[in-house]
């Protein structure tokens, strides 16, 4: 496994298995997410990486390992705390609330920490949110409702977010905003671990990429290496 800057993960984790029943999802994964750093995980469909996220957010079924985040013992941690250490979730399926607008959405989550953005703040970083701030969820596009579920996680005042598949299925010109928001929220110093099929998206953004198969954690390196890395990529992702 790739080595990381010196000092302590913000995100670590150590062997983590984890289950959906009696189905062995995840075996011995382990990863280290530095403060300020943006790390993306790759495989194949079925490979693991939406389950390690759901494991790292207490989503799981059955898990074990350890996981600590700012060297805060997580596995103890009730699901309905988790947040409240700093660490937020943007599923694939994105979670709008259809029946309210974008500023109702905005406004649900509650303040976890210190720092969360305003909604001015979020709609000088979203421009198509605040031109849609009054329309409800129903009449919006799949961008706007990633934009949406990304911008909801901004106002919690997290520091670490997990994005799966922030791209799925988004006109490129959707892809670029989103891309440029994730790179203004590493300037402001946001710790970003994604799910990504995408890599001329995800080479923008990461840091290093960890590589994934059945369950497993094959590899890590830095996005530097990711061009010599391509003939691997397409042996175990397909790509």
Do not use: C
């Not at 959707?174 to 928001?181: A, K, L, M, N, S």
């Not at 799910?195 to 995800?202: G, H, L, T």
Request: proline share 5%; no cysteine.
């Amino acid at each position: 496994m790739a080595e990381v800057n010196g000092g302590e993960p913000l995100l670590k984790v150590r062997g983590l298995d984890g289950w959906y029943g009696e189905s062995h999802v995840l075996h011995g994964v382990s990863l280290d997410l530095m403060e300020g750093e943006t790390i993306t995980l790759v495989g194949r469909n079925g490979a693991g990486k939406t389950s390690t996220l759901r494991a790292i957010m207490n989503l799981l079924p059955r898990r074990e390992g350890e996981i600590h985040i700012d060297g805060r013992d997580m596995m103890k941690v009730p699901v309905h705390r988790t947040a409240h250490s700093g660490i937020g979730y943007v599923p694939e399926e994105r979670g709008i609330f259809a029946s309210l607008s974008v500023s109702e959405n905005l406004m649900l989550p509650p303040k976890v920490a210190e720092g969360g953005m305003s909604v001015e703040e979020i709609f000088e970083l979203f421009p198509n949110l605040a031109e849609r701030r009054n329309s409800p969820g129903t009449k919006l596009s799949g961008g706007e409702q990633q934009m949406l579920a990304i911008a909801r996680i901004l106002r919690t005042g997290v520091r670490i977010i997990l994005l799966d598949e922030p791209t799925e299925g988004l006109a490129p010109v959707i892809i670029q905003r989103i891309g440029d928001v994730l790179i203004e929220l590493k300037k402001k110093g946001m710790t970003l671990l994604l799910v990504e099929q995408n890599f001329r998206f995800a080479r923008k953004v990461a840091d290093r990429f960890y590589l994934m198969e059945d369950g497993h954690i094959l590899e890590s390196f830095p996005t530097s290496q990711l061009d010599a890395k391509m003939g691997r990529l397409h042996e175990v992702v397909g790509v």
